[in-house]
């Protein structure tokens, strides 16, 4: 069973930046996606940002030119550079892996722009 921890959420100011951290609990071989998704209050949980292991890159149309993902694959790590955020932008913010046909998520961390 793999583990994902969050962290780097808070609240940030309009055009403010922050940066999530996704870590594995262990290292993925083979095949597989990261991405992060995020859910406001009343809505559907939508994906964010997503990378998969051949390097491909995709992203919402909200946030591209926004927002960044990266991985660093000797950490376990999966980011999210978040720049020019927007109140829109508030929600809480969940990692997941999809590997095997199994999803994996992370517990959430809350992303919150506010003046």
């Known amino acids: 069973q793999v583990q994902l921890v969050e962290s780097g959420g808070g609240l940030v100011q309009p055009g403010g930046s922050l940066r999530l951290s996704c870590t594995l609990s262990?290292?993925?071989?083979?095949?597989?996606?990261m991405g992060w998704y995020r859910q406001a209050p009343g809505k559907q949980r939508e994906l964010v940002a997503r990378i998969t292991s051949g390097g491909n890159i995709n992203y919402v149309d909200s946030v591209k030119g926004r927002f960044t993902i990266s991985r660093d694959n000797a950490k376990n790590t999966v980011y999210l550079q978040m720049n020019s955020l927007k109140p829109e932008d508030t929600a809480n913010y969940y990692c997941n892996l999809d590997v095997s046909k199994n999803q994996y998520w992370g517990q959430g961390t809350q992303v919150t722009v506010s003046s």
């Open positions: 262990a290292r993925i071989i083979g095949i597989y996606a």
